[in-house]
């Protein structure tokens, strides 16, 4: 490729009209790109930061494409599910896990591409054209998107013009850049809504915890700006006079202990009065193997950690243990069925521990449901096979007409989802080890 202006006609066959564009097509594009070599096509350094930027291109426009995609098929299920007599409130249900399963993402990821797909079609014109277009990212329209929310439509389609009207303009601004224009422009408009924008914000206040490295958690809060502001400078005093007194930890330790301390009103932040439960290997648990435990409501945690929690608990006279047997070879958890419409607690707790997150698959969001594969209105059991643990939403969006479920032959516990739009897509649960033991006791430290 030369040094100057990369064109994607270069890189792929483009000899036919864009309405013929087919899954097929693009896929042969996949494959193209994945046998290029390092290198290839690109004479210098320029050719190669050309072909980068042109790939970017590409990558946008793609999301654009998907947007104006996940939008007809939005209006194409609507008007089938209106054609079967369903209610006009229910006839979108489904649609964003369906988006969500092409994309390889949470059902939460598919409401927000579906929900950002639907704004740019009908208030967002220009930011629209300029992702299809390839001139932003996705999330700089999510950006646009988002900063508008609180105005009428016409407010809405204003800000659009004044801030995305010039597709130059736009492609050079950064992400803090962009945020602040639009912010500036949609106050502009209607300065009433920012006020009604902050009281709906307040009332979502939230507190929320999510993975993070070197098995540590991440605890956040959406508080309001006053009381965010207050909680963080009341810890700041405290480190400082703690530290001032000689305390040997850093800021930000002293910070971290005595948040957890406060909340759970505890002296220390090591004696936490929350039940939890380790699943893990009994050599494990005795020293003699280093597999990885499994701590519920985070993931896989170090054997080393898993027998330090659980020596912390057994000291402390508050350590339960419960075998859970698995199959010889597979790793499958066993559990006796019910004839209960509901799980029992004993094989509700197991189907947590054997799914561990939603499975649905790519959404790893916990477990909230536990659900029948087979609907129990269809007559399916009340079985550890036939059970699966879901999130709220998914267990809402498998209600929608069309999708179907079953459990299905394998190794280890697989369930077999139909969609709507007749893809099929597998979810297996995740691996078990040889031997589980189930700890349980009133002290968290990750969880």
């Known amino acids: 490729m030369s040094a100057g202006p990369c064109k994607l006609e270069h890189m792929f066959d483009l000899g036919m009209p864009a309405t013929a564009l ?47 995609l996940a939008v007809a098929v939005d209006g194409s299920m609507r008007r089938r599910a ?20 092409a994309r390889r993402e949470s059902l939460h990821r598919g409401q927000q591409h579906l929900g950002l797909a639907k704004v740019l079609a009908g208030e967002l014109p220009f930011t629209r054209d300029a992702l299809r277009a390839g001139r932003i990212t996705e999330w700089r329209a999510t950006i646009i998107a988002r900063e508008t929310g609180c105005l009428s439509r016409a407010d809405r389609l204003e800000v659009d013009r004044r801030v995305a009207g010039d597709p130059d303009s736009l492609e050079a601004m950064g992400d803090r850049e962009l945020a602040g224009a639009v912010r500036r422009e949609a106050y502009t408009m209607d300065a009433a809504a920012w006020v009604t924008r902050r009281r709906i914000a307040e009332s979502e206040r939230r507190v929320t915890l999510r993975p993070a490295p070197d098995v540590m958690s991440r605890l956040g809060a959406e508080l309001p700006v006053a009381q965010g502001v207050a909680v963080l400078k009341s810890l700041r005093e405290h480190a400082d006079s703690l530290r001032s ?62 027998r330090e929690l659980t020596a912390v608990a057994t000291d402390d006279s508050l350590a339960q ?37 939603c499975r649905t698959p790519w959404c790893d969001a916990p477990i909230r449901h536990l659900d029948h594969a087979h609907d129990a209105a269809e007559l399916g059991p009340t079985s550890q096979a036939n059970g699966q643990g879901l999130c709220e939403a998914c267990n809402h969006a498998k209600q929608a007409p069309g999708w179907r479920a079953r459990p299905g032959p394998g190794a280890r516990h697989l369930i077999e989802i139909t969609s709507p739009s007749g893809r099929t897509y597998h979810s297996t649960a995740p691996p078990s080890p040889r031997h589980r033991i189930d700890v349980r006791w009133p002290v968290v430290l990750v969880a």
């Open 22 to 68: 087919d899954a097929g097509r693009v896929r042969d594009w996949v494959t193209q790109l994945a046998e290029v070599a390092d290198g290839q096509g690109a004479a210098d350094d320029r050719g190669r930061v050309d072909l980068i930027a042109a790939l970017e291109e590409l990558k946008c426009a793609a999301e654009g494409l998907q947007a104006d």
């Open 82 to 101: 209106a054609e079967h007599g369903i209610p006009a409130a229910q006839q979108g249900q489904g649609v964003a896990a369906e988006i969500a399963l």
């Open 245 to 306: 007194a000689g305390d040997p930890r850093s800021r930000q330790q002293v910070m971290a202990d005595t948040l957890v301390a406060r909340i759970l009103g505890t002296e220390a932040a090591t004696r936490l009065p929350v039940a939890v439960h380790v699943v893990v290997a009994d050599d494990v648990l005795f020293g003699t193997h280093d597999e990885a435990a499994h701590l519920d409501g985070y993931g896989p945690i170090p054997a080393e950690l898993a």
């Open 321 to 357: 243990l419960r075998r859970l047997y698995v199959t010889p070879g597979t790793g499958d958890l066993v559990a006796a069925d019910s004839r209960s419409r509901r799980f029992p607690d004993g094989l509700a707790q197991l189907i947590r521990l054997r799914d561990q997150t």
